[in-house]
C-alpha cells in the first residue's frame, strides 16, 4: 500500500494496481500493536534496531525514514511514547488503516482483492503475473510485498517462491522470530508470572545476546518481548542457556548484603517472604529450591552465609534450558527473505524492473515498530524507484 502510494505521488498519470490475497487489503494491521498499531520508533539506530541485511539498505532507511511526516501527508496524527514507540493519536490501528487505504482510493490505485499471486514471469522485457484463480496480468514494473510465512503454519505460497528462484532472485532460508522460547523443566508455579529482568541467551564463549523487559513465565515457555527479540538469534535446533538477571541495578555482593539485612531484621520470616521484596514469590520460591530443595519452607534467619550468596547470585543468573522455539503460526515476524537487492531501488539486479519491499526482503526489526516502519520505508523506496525507472524507459 505504501508503495502504491509512492508510486502515484512520484507520477498521478502511472497506473498502478495492487493485486491482494486476502479480501481487503492491510488486514493484518488491524492487530498490530495490540490493535494499537505501532507504527514506528523514534529511536533509529540500524546496527542495533535491526538484523539481516538492513545495513545494505541503510540509504533507504535513511533517506524514506519519516513516517510521523508520511502519515501526516495522508491526515494521521501520530503519538510516540516515552520508550519511542509512535502510534495513531487515535489510539486505534484502524486509523492507520483507513489513511492508508482513502489515499490509493483519492490518487486512483485500482485494487483487486481474493487475488493470491502464484507466479511471477519475466516476458520480453515486461512481467506476467499469475494468480491462483487463473488470471493474468502484464506490467513493465512489478513490486513484490508478499511477506513471510509469519502467522501460518509454513511457507503459504511455495509456487510464488519457486518463481522467483526460477528467475536466479536469492532467498535466505526463513526462520521464525519475535516469537517465544520452548525451555525444559519449566516449573509450573511460575505460569503466569511476569519479572522485569536482562535476558541473555548463550554465553560468552559462543557470542552472548541480552535485551531488557518483561520477562512472560507460560505452559513450558518463555516470552516477553526482551525474549522474543532474542528468538532470532536461536536456530531452534541446538540447546542453548537462557539466562535471567533479575536485579541488574546491583552487583552480586550488593543484593547479597541487602538480603541479609533484610533476614536480620526479621529472621523469623519465612525465607521465600524476605525475597518478595526483590521478585515475585513464585520467582522467589523457584530460586530457593534450585538453591536447596527446602530452602524455601525454612525460616530466613536459618540461612547460612553460603546459602545468602547463592541465593544472590541466583538472583542474578536464573537459567533455563533452552530446547526450541515457537513456529510459523505464533511469530510475529520471520528472518531470512530475499538478498542483495540493490541498496537504494530494492531492485532485483538480476531481474531489471522487478522490486521487493516489506518482509519478504532478509530485513528484520527488533520489536517496537520496526518491522513496520521498514514496510513504510521499503515501500515508499521501491514505488518511488519504480516510476523512475518507468520513466528513463519511456
Given at each position: 500500500m505504501a508503495a502504491a502510494i509512492?508510486?502515484?505521488?512520484?507520477?498521478?498519470?502511472?497506473?498502478?494496481?495492487?493485486?491482494?490475497?486476502?479480501?481487503?487489503?492491510?488486514?493484518?494491521?488491524?492487530?498490530?500493536?495490540?490493535?494499537?498499531?505501532?507504527?514506528?520508533?523514534?529511536?533509529?539506530?540500524?546496527?542495533?534496531?535491526?538484523?539481516?541485511?538492513?545495513?545494505?539498505?541503510?540509504?533507504?532507511?535513511?533517506?524514506?525514514?519519516?513516517?510521523?511526516?508520511?502519515?501526516?501527508?495522508?491526515?494521521?496524527?501520530?503519538?510516540?511514547?516515552?520508550?519511542?514507540?509512535?502510534?495513531?493519536?487515535?489510539?486505534?490501528?484502524?486509523?492507520?488503516?483507513?489513511?492508508?487505504?482513502?489515499?490509493?482510493?483519492?490518487?486512483?490505485?485500482?485494487?483487486?482483492?481474493?487475488?493470491?499471486?502464484?507466479?511471477?514471469?519475466?516476458?520480453?522485457?515486461?512481467?506476467?503475473?499469475?494468480?491462483?484463480?487463473?488470471?493474468?496480468?502484464?506490467?513493465?514494473?512489478?513490486?513484490?510485498?508478499?511477506?513471510s510465512p509469519a502467522g501460518v503454519?509454513?511457507?503459504?505460497?511455495?509456487?510464488?517462491?519457486?518463481?522467483?528462484?526460477?528467475?536466479?532472485?536469492?532467498?535466505?532460508?526463513?526462520?521464525?522470530?519475535?516469537?517465544?522460547?520452548?525451555?525444559?523443566?519449566?516449573?509450573?508455579?511460575?505460569?503466569?508470572?511476569?519479572?522485569?529482568?536482562?535476558?541473555?541467551?548463550?554465553?560468552?564463549?559462543?557470542?552472548?545476546?541480552?535485551?531488557?523487559?518483561?520477562?512472560?513465565?507460560?505452559?513450558?515457555?518463555?516470552?516477553?518481548?526482551?525474549?522474543?527479540?532474542?528468538?532470532?538469534?536461536?536456530?531452534?535446533?541446538?540447546?542453548?542457556?537462557?539466562?535471567?538477571?533479575?536485579?541488574?541495578?546491583?552487583?552480586?555482593?550488593?543484593?547479597?548484603?541487602?538480603?541479609?539485612?533484610?533476614?536480620?531484621?526479621?529472621?523469623?520470616?519465612?525465607?521465600?517472604?524476605?525475597?518478595?521484596?526483590?521478585?515475585?514469590?513464585?520467582?522467589?520460591?523457584?530460586?530457593?529450591?534450585?538453591?536447596?530443595?527446602?530452602?524455601?519452607?525454612?525460616?530466613?534467619?536459618?540461612?547460612?552465609?553460603?546459602?545468602?550468596?547463592?541465593?544472590?547470585?541466583?538472583?542474578?543468573?536464573?537459567?533455563?534450558?533452552?530446547?526450541?522455539?515457537?513456529?510459523?503460526?505464533?511469530?510475529?515476524?520471520?528472518?531470512?527473505?530475499?538478498?542483495?537487492?540493490?541498496?537504494?531501488?530494492?531492485?532485483?539486479?538480476?531481474?531489471?524492473?522487478?522490486?521487493?519491499?516489506?518482509?519478504?526482503?532478509?530485513?528484520?526489526?527488533?520489536?517496537?515498530?520496526?518491522?513496520?516502519?521498514?514496510?513504510?520505508?521499503?515501500?515508499?523506496?521501491?514505488?518511488?524507484?519504480?516510476?523512475?525507472?518507468?520513466?528513463?524507459?519511456?
Amino acid at each position: 500500500m505504501a508503495a502504491a502510494i509512492a508510486a502515484l505521488r512520484t507520477d498521478p498519470a502511472v497506473k498502478v494496481l495492487l493485486l491482494e490475497r486476502a479480501d481487503r487489503p492491510g488486514k493484518k494491521i488491524l492487530v498490530t500493536g495490540n490493535g494499537r498499531c505501532n507504527l514506528s520508533n523514534s529511536e533509529m539506530d540500524i546496527p542495533s534496531c535491526y538484523n539481516g541485511e538492513a545495513m545494505h539498505y541503510k540509504s533507504v532507511l535513511r533517506d524514506f525514514g519519516d513516517d510521523i511526516g508520511f502519515f501526516r501527508s495522508l491526515g494521521l496524527l501520530t503519538r510516540t511514547d516515552e520508550e519511542g514507540r509512535v502510534y495513531p493519536m487515535s489510539g486505534q490501528a484502524s486509523s492507520v488503516l483507513d489513511a492508508l487505504r482513502f489515499a490509493l482510493s483519492a490518487a486512483g490505485a485500482e485494487i483487486v482483492c481474493s487475488a493470491e499471486v502464484t507466479r511471477v514471469e519475466s516476458v520480453s522485457g515486461s512481467f506476467s503475473v499469475h494468480t491462483a484463480d487463473g488470471r493474468r496480468f502484464t506490467s513493465s514494473e512489478v513490486i513484490i510485498s508478499a511477506g513471510s510465512p509469519a502467522g501460518v503454519h509454513g511457507y503459504e505460497n511455495q509456487n510464488l517462491f519457486g518463481s522467483l528462484r526460477r528467475m536466479n532472485i536469492r532467498i535466505k532460508e526463513f526462520s521464525p522470530a519475535l516469537v517465544q522460547l520452548t525451555v525444559k523443566d519449566l516449573p509450573a508455579q511460575l505460569r503466569g508470572t511476569r519479572v522485569r529482568a536482562v535476558a541473555s541467551l548463550g554465553n560468552d564463549r559462543e557470542g552472548r545476546v541480552s535485551r531488557t523487559g518483561e520477562v512472560q513465565f507460560g505452559d513450558g515457555y518463555i516470552s516477553g518481548i526482551c525474549v522474543m527479540d532474542l528468538s532470532r538469534f536461536y536456530d531452534g535446533k541446538t540447546q542453548k542457556k537462557l539466562s535471567l538477571d533479575m536485579c541488574p541495578e546491583m552487583t552480586a555482593g550488593e543484593l547479597e548484603n541487602f538480603i541479609a539485612d533484610a533476614i536480620s531484621s526479621r529472621p523469623d520470616s519465612d525465607a521465600a517472604a524476605v525475597l518478595s521484596g526483590i521478585v515475585p514469590k513464585a520467582v522467589g520460591e523457584t530460586v530457593l529450591k534450585r538453591c536447596c530443595r527446602d530452602l524455601y519452607k525454612r525460616k530466613a534467619g536459618s540461612l547460612s552465609p553460603e546459602e545468602i550468596s547463592q541465593t544472590a547470585s541466583m538472583l542474578k543468573s536464573l537459567c533455563f534450558t533452552v530446547t526450541g522455539k515457537g513456529g510459523f503460526k505464533s511469530a510475529q515476524i520471520c528472518t531470512g527473505g530475499v538478498e542483495g537487492l540493490e541498496r537504494s531501488s530494492l531492485m532485483a539486479p538480476e531481474v531489471p524492473g522487478l522490486y521487493f519491499c516489506g518482509e519478504i526482503v532478509d530485513v528484520d526489526g527488533e520489536c517496537g515498530g520496526y518491522n513496520l516502519h521498514w514496510a513504510w520505508t521499503s515501500g515508499r523506496a521501491a514505488g518511488t524507484a519504480a516510476i523512475g525507472r518507468l520513466h528513463q524507459d519511456q
